[in-house]
């Protein structure tokens, strides 16, 4: 995301203001919710939560109802100068060329329906640039993100971890039905994953409150060892589970309980492998905290004076 660019910088500052309800949309529906296209998210980001008036009969309509569609604000825009590309394209588009025709349909229904989502559902105003918005310590602006890359990574980060913890949840379901069909074992196991990166039952990464956010990247040894071995554990029963359960039997007492570094890999691996394939695509790895988050943990929970 360039973040010197005026769109790339609103899109980062209308997460700041979305992100509390869309991590816990996800955390919510994580077994059961639909994937958005890049083209969604684009317009969920862009924070132009209006109403898209006179779409023809004949087009392809929205899937939201018309009392929803009803409810979001009209945007009285002024008239705009159309670049020639612009021209050319719209020409195509009256010439007919069905492709086009049905491609820029689709796209005005999609916006259509994550604008409902947005304003009506979430209860989200249009964006606002001069509205500041809280991130950690910081009350910003859209003026204040733009180029500030501090912010970037650590958006970057809470995006990696949350994304990791949601997919393991997601991954062990599905190669674990079995534990799953009773709630109380469900629950039991829910725990038990969770347990891997929190020892208070967090999945989203709560930062504002405690630096202990990520236990299976600490930098003590002694706390990442043994947040490794629940994470080598619960893939233990997963199938092709016994690598883990050999790499597990060096570590039998009275040897140790903690995992070595060096497991990270094989560890690693064997995670990438086993969810690729329920994932058709490879997992996020959960990246490190950048150092920044101290400083707005310290500077939050310094006493006032």
């Not at 059961?32 to 684009?42: F, I, P, Q």
């Not at 994304?163 to 009773?182: M, S």
Request: charged share 25%.
């Amino acid at each position: 995301m360039d973040l010197t660019s005026k769109s790339g910088s609103r899109r980062l500052h209308n997460w700041l203001r979305v992100r509390i309800w869309c991590l816990n949309q996800a955390l919510n529906s994580a077994s059961h919710g639909a994937l958005w296209t890049k083209s969604c998210w684009r317009v969920a980001m862009d924070g132009e939560y209006y109403r898209i008036q006179d779409i023809p009969a004949t087009d392809i309509q929205p899937l939201s109802s018309a009392s929803d569609i009803a409810e979001l604000p009209v945007h009285i825009r002024p008239p705009r100068p159309v670049a020639d590309g612009k021209t050319r394209k719209n020409k195509r588009l009256r010439q007919g060329n069905n492709a086009l025709v049905r491609a820029e349909q689709r796209r005005r229904a999609e916006r259509v329906d994550v604008n409902v989502r947005f304003g009506v559902h979430a209860k989200f105003v249009p964006h606002d640039e001069s509205e500041e918005q809280e991130w950690g310590r910081w009350k910003l602006s859209q003026g204040k993100v733009t180029g500030n890359t501090a912010l970037w990574c650590e958006v970057v980060w809470e995006l990696s971890v949350a994304n990791f913890r949601l997919e393991l949840l997601h991954v062990d379901r599905v190669l674990c039905p079995h534990i799953y069909t009773d709630s109380t074992q469900a629950l039991l196991r829910s725990n038990k994953i969770i347990s891997i990166w929190s020892s208070d039952g967090a999945v989203l990464p709560d930062w504002t409150r405690s630096l202990e956010v990520d236990l299976l990247n600490s930098s003590d040894d002694n706390q990442h060892g043994t947040a490794l071995k629940r994470f080598a554990d619960c893939m233990s029963i997963w199938p092709g589970g016994s690598e883990m359960t050999n790499l597990l039997a060096k570590y039998v007492w009275p040897k140790g309980s903690v995992l070595d570094r060096r497991d990270n890999q094989p560890i690693f691996m064997f995670y990438l492998r086993s969810a690729h394939p329920v994932l058709k695509r490879l997992p996020t790895i959960p990246l490190a905290a950048p150092e920044s988050i101290n400083d707005h943990y310290y500077l939050l929970s310094a006493p006032s004076s």
